[in-house]
């Protein structure tokens, strides 16, 4: 194995290890907007005003 072949090899884990690290990150954020959205969603349906809603099965 010669230099080129180590430098190439080493240069090719580090970018595999710099993508695992960003994909890692945005599936973080993807999971922080995820909660967002249910919690919103939470409270929206927390929010409905029951009384007002039409009793189906009467």
Request: glycine fraction near 4%.
């Amino acid at each position: 194995m010669d230099i080129s072949s180590i430098a190439t090899a080493n240069m090719y884990l580090s970018n595999i290890s710099l993508m695992t690290g960003v994909n890692m990150e945005m599936m973080g954020k993807v999971l922080e907007a995820e909660e967002m959205q249910e919690q919103a969603l939470t409270e929206m349906i927390s929010a409905v005003d029951t009384d007002r809603l039409l009793d189906t099965y009467a």
